[in-house]
């Protein structure tokens, strides 16, 4: 993939681009409807959607199940199905994704050689482009190949995804051994 022409802010994004990320927040209200964070992901590859994942850490309580992990596990599929060098795909898919990808996922998508991710709201707590750790952009030796971001798609409507979420009872949470006093 060429990365020579990639917008540097979410304003210069193609048409293209913002509906591909409509799309991920599509995933992200699933995810959230589901008792899920809502993260929501989209893996494009020659302008063909090839994967897709929402989370589903809580359904599965697999703390790997982030949403483009999942996503990752379609576009082996879709390779497999369709006698595709899984190498060759990633190497020229698009990830687009609500939330900055966590450090566990842009250490994936590094490894992968994802050349470009795009997402809505910044990680301040998990972030691997940049927010916590740059995983996306510094020189890490044998890990893979840096990759390019665009950020801050419809931020705004992430975060109050998140925040609706967080307002939530977590039913996955462990119940506390503390008392309430009545």
Known sequence: MDTTNIPEEPSE?????????????????????????????????????????????????NATRHAEMVAVDQ???????????????????VLYVTVEPCIMCAGAL????I??????????RFGGCGSVLNVAGDDISDTGAQFKCISGYNAQKAVEMLKTFYKQENPNAPKSKVRKKE
Do not use: I
Request: net charge negative; aromatic share 6%; charged share 30%.
């Open 13 to 61: 994004m193609t048409e293209e681009m913002k509906s591909w990320m409509e799309k991920a927040f599509q995933m992200a209200q699933d995810a959230l409807d589901n008792g899920e964070v809502p993260v929501g992901c989209l893996m494009v590859h020659d302008n063909q959607l090839v994967g897709q994942g929402r989370n589903e850490v809580n359904e599965t309580k």
């Open 75 to 93: 576009v082996l599929d879709w390779c497999r199905k369709n006698d595709r060098n899984s190498t060759q795909v990633f190497e020229n898919t």
């Open 110 to 113: 590094r490894l992968l050689r």
């Open 115 to 124: 050349p470009l991710v795009v997402y809505g709201c910044r990680n301040e």
